[in-house]
């Protein structure tokens, strides 16, 4: 169980913000693609009652072909300047096998989202470049991680943010915003 601090960074250039990363001496991490599955009861209770999500990812590593499947339970404790959540992840080996039993228990595939993530690694602060299909969410932009919430406003100094490009809002939220959540 871990206890992740991120914000999104909207309306970014993805070629200029990788090349301000790489400026400051930003290590690459990976480039992959990735399969999300968002999964909820039909009633969205993990959602709705618990401010949660679960999420079956699929992540294939574009240098290796290497193909990797975690299974999250992510709930969200708090959201001022900062989003806080827990997040509890597993390893699975058969992705089928556990959306067939989730099935049998009432959870179902809610949606499934295709992206493109390029992560970099400065210090202690993890920045993820996500580009999203476009039925998902049509704009690319970066998350950024930290343990300590000094460390986002190194970041965003460093990397010369706008302010009113940050986001607390999680992808669901964001396609609500769009209007792109049935």
Known sequence: MAKELEVKVLNID???IEKQLIGIGASLISREEQINYLLD????KIQNEHDSYLRLREKKDLETGKVDYTFTLKEN???DGIRENIEINTKIEN??????????????????????RISY????????IDTWD???????YMEIEVEK???????????NIDEKNIST??????????????
Do not use: C, Q, W
Request: glycine content about 6%; hydrophobic content about 35%; charged content about 40%.
């Open 14 to 16: 993805k070629e200029g």
């Open 134 to 140: 476009k039925d998902t969410y049509p704009y690319t």
């Open 41 to 44: 009861s039909k009633e969205n």
């Open 121 to 128: 690694k400065y210090n202690d602060i993890r920045f993820d």
């Open 169 to 182: 809002k999680s992808i669901v939220e964001l396609r609500e915003d769009l209007g792109l959540n049935d």
């Open 95 to 116: 992705k089928n096998a556990l959306l067939y039993i989730l099935e049998v228990l009432g959870v179902h595939t809610i949606s499934k989202g295709f992206k493109e």
């Open 149 to 159: 919430e000094e460390d986002l406003n190194k970041a965003i100094k460093i990397l």
């Open 77 to 79: 404790v708090a959201r």
